[in-house]
């Protein structure tokens, strides 16, 4: 919608960053990421000031940094959307991190689980920090928060694995491609070899797994050469 006042008014836009239409899912998880590090950064500027460091609105974003980095973890080992409307797993910090702990995530944060469990009192139904202001509350300071999302946000990190199948689409190879590299030069480089090298025709499958455990995504094939 545009109005007189729209179009004169100071404003900041924010462009939607590349990459995020990835339709295995990858693009979902790296979207939560890139919510989790902008609160994050916000989290760790507020710290640097003693009187905002432990005020609400400085929790409120903590705890959201912390619930999104969780979300793009498990988004990344498969996990969708749906998963968190309450059916599988409960959208608060400590059902996420018990999904997430469950699917391969090690935390080396001190003390980091009785931190998001005592989160969880004040961020879980009816977000209660948000709308709360009558009661009294005891949390833990947000400098002992901020490094669990930091943490969670590093631990969400793409490698790409690619296979060979035979003709029969049994698995023949698995080759872990580094990151940066990029995985359909890297399966071509393997299909030339096989043509000029007078080998049957094998067929890679590249698929975008999750470091240090996969967890499988669809995949995209790259077919062989006759």
């Not at 959201?64 to 979300?71: D, G, Q, T, Y």
């Not at 694995?161 to 029969?168: H, M, S």
Request: hydrophobic share 40%; glycine share 6%.
């Amino acid at each position: 919608m545009t109005t007189a006042f729209r179009a004169t008014a100071s404003s900041a836009t924010r462009l939607t960053p590349i990459g995020l239409d990835d339709p295995t899912g990858q693009g979902l998880a790296m979207a939560y990421k890139i919510g989790s590090s902008e609160l994050l950064a916000d989290a760790r500027l507020l710290l640097k000031d003693k009187f905002a460091s432990s005020r609400t609105g400085n929790y409120i974003i903590t705890f959201h940094a912390i619930e999104l980095a969780l979300k793009a973890f498990l988004i990344a080992r498969g996990f969708t959307e749906k998963a968190f409307e309450g059916e599988v797993i409960r959208p608060r910090p400590q059902q996420l991190y018990a999904a997430a702990k469950a699917n391969g995530l090690k935390l080396e944060t001190p003390n980091a689980d009785d931190l998001i469990a005592w989160s969880n009192e004040w961020h879980a139904e009816g977000v209660k920090i948000r709308y709360e202001f009558s009661e009294q509350r005891t949390l833990p300071l947000c400098d002992a928060l901020v490094p669990i999302a930091s943490e969670i946000i590093n631990k969400i990190i793409w490698s790409t694995r690619v296979t060979t199948l035979n003709a029969d689409d049994t698995v023949c190879e698995i080759h872990s491609v580094a990151i940066g590299m990029n995985a359909y030069v890297y399966a071509n480089a393997f299909v030339e070899r096989d043509a000029r090298e007078g080998r049957p025709p094998c067929n890679y499958i590249s698929s975008r797994t999750m470091a240090p455990r996969a967890g499988k995504v669809p995949s995209a094939w790259l077919p062989s050469q006759n």
